[in-house]
């Protein structure tokens, strides 16, 4: 079932965002300009350490100040032009989204509620978007930065690669649990709408809605996500260290200066600061895939016709 979901959930982003196709090469451009920029900072800060360090505060070190102010310069208009782009692109999902939703919602009263989901990908679509690509390129590219101070540097990317492997294996059969948990909210949503309006005709005084199930199937989602994070944290830890150590014994063999094991411990720091986003990544992605399912069974009646 889980290989189900996963096959389902790059049909159900074709099928249902692919107008943001030309947003999202845009996107990665500038997503692509902010990681060279951020990972080519350090590279700067290693020469003028150096140079600082041989007291040579002359030409060579205003020209490599300004290179690095125009790096950050760039970088921050990267990232603002990311936003800019995902705003519209939220715009472009409420125009395309609505008209159609809202007949279909209206056809099928039990499911009368996920016409809100468009709501839930608006917000869910620029996190998912800047952070996928921002860590994916940070990483990426950042590992190619350290490998080229020191060949042991690639060692840890590939330990770092079997990692992510397993990372995403944790994760199997969490869109079902997703899914699951949103099954229950919208079972007490429906519950709490049809009651108001038998109130409407006959009040009454009838309990709460129960809610036992919906925090099982929240339990059981969460147990993945955990297992997810905390996986995550182990990674992120050993990763510093072995950074760390490494750096040392390579400047204690002669094989690494100070200023490159400055700027590899940056260059680290970025790499898994990226990866702190994974928890809030993975609940955003659980939460963006479950919506598009629940605007998919909205909308079967539609396609079938």
Same mark, same amino acid.
């Given at each position: 079932?889980?290989?189900?979901?996963?096959?389902?959930?790059?049909?159900? /982003?074709?099928?249902? /965002?692919?107008?943001?196709?030309? *947003?999202?090469?845009?996107?990665?451009?500038?997503?692509?300009?902010?990681?060279?920029?951020?990972?080519?900072?350090?590279?700067?800060?290693?020469?003028?350490?150096?140079? &600082?360090?041989?007291?040579?505060?002359?030409?060579?070190?205003?020209?490599?100040?300004?290179?690095?102010?125009?790096?950050?310069?760039?970088?921050?208009?990267?990232?603002?032009?990311?936003? &800019? =782009?995902?705003?519209?692109?939220?715009?472009?999902?409420? *125009?395309?989204?609505?008209?159609?939703?809202?007949?279909?919602?209206?056809?099928?009263?039990?499911?009368?509620?996920?016409?809100?989901?468009?709501?839930?990908?608006?917000?869910?679509?620029?996190?998912?978007?800047?952070?996928?690509?921002?860590?994916?390129?940070?990483?990426?590219?950042?590992?190619?930065?350290?490998?080229?101070?020191?060949?042991?540097?690639?060692?840890?990317?590939?330990?770092?690669?079997?990692?992510?492997?397993?990372?995403?294996?944790?994760?199997?059969?969490?869109?079902?649990?997703?899914?699951?948990?949103s099954d229950q909210k919208y079972k007490i949503y429906y519950e709490l709408y049809e009651e108001s309006k038998r109130q409407e005709d006959q009040p009454s005084s009838r309990g709460l809605p129960k809610v036992d199930q919906y925090f099982l199937s929240r339990h059981k989602h969460f147990t993945i996500l955990r297992s997810q994070i905390i996986f995550s944290m182990i990674?992120?830890?050993?990763?510093?260290?072995?950074? /760390?150590?490494?750096?040392?014994?390579?400047?204690?063999?002669?094989?690494?200066?100070?200023?490159?094991?400055?700027?590899?411990? =940056?260059?680290?720091?970025?790499?898994?600061?990226?990866?702190?986003?994974?928890?809030?990544?993975?609940?955003?992605?659980?939460?963006?895939?479950?919506?598009?399912?629940?605007? *998919?069974?909205?909308?079967?009646?539609?396609? *079938?016709?």
């Amino acid at each position: 079932m889980a290989s189900v979901y996963r096959k389902k959930t790059v049909a159900l /982003l074709r099928e249902y /965002l692919h107008f943001l196709i030309r *947003d999202e090469k845009i996107l990665f451009f500038y997503a692509i300009l902010a990681a060279v920029c951020g990972l080519t900072l350090p590279f700067f800060i290693q020469v003028i350490v150096n140079t &600082i360090a041989l007291s040579e505060l002359t030409l060579n070190f205003m020209v490599l100040f300004l290179a690095a102010s125009v790096l950050l310069a760039v970088y921050f208009l990267s990232r603002f032009a990311q936003i &800019i =782009i995902l705003e519209y692109a939220q715009r472009k999902i409420k *125009d395309r989204f609505v008209p159609m939703l809202y007949r279909a919602a209206l056809a099928k009263k039990k499911k009368i509620f996920y016409y809100f989901e468009i709501n839930s990908i608006q917000k869910y679509i620029s996190i998912w978007a800047i952070d996928i690509i921002n860590i994916s390129l940070t990483t990426i590219v950042g590992f190619m930065a350290l490998a080229v101070y020191h060949p042991v540097f690639m060692v840890i990317l590939l330990i770092f690669a079997v990692c992510v492997w397993y990372f995403v294996r944790l994760g199997s059969g969490a869109i079902m649990t997703s899914v699951a948990e949103s099954d229950q909210k919208y079972k007490i949503y429906y519950e709490l709408y049809e009651e108001s309006k038998r109130q409407e005709d006959q009040p009454s005084s009838r309990g709460l809605p129960k809610v036992d199930q919906y925090f099982l199937s929240r339990h059981k989602h969460f147990t993945i996500l955990r297992s997810q994070i905390i996986f995550s944290m182990i990674v992120q830890f050993c990763g510093h260290l072995s950074v /760390l150590a490494a750096g040392y014994f390579l400047v204690q063999a002669e094989q690494l200066s100070i200023g490159q094991f400055v700027a590899a411990e =940056i260059i680290a720091t970025g790499i898994f600061s990226s990866l702190n986003k994974a928890p809030k990544f993975l609940d955003v992605h659980y939460s963006l895939i479950t919506s598009l399912i629940k605007i *998919d069974s909205l909308m079967e009646g539609d396609k *079938d016709a």
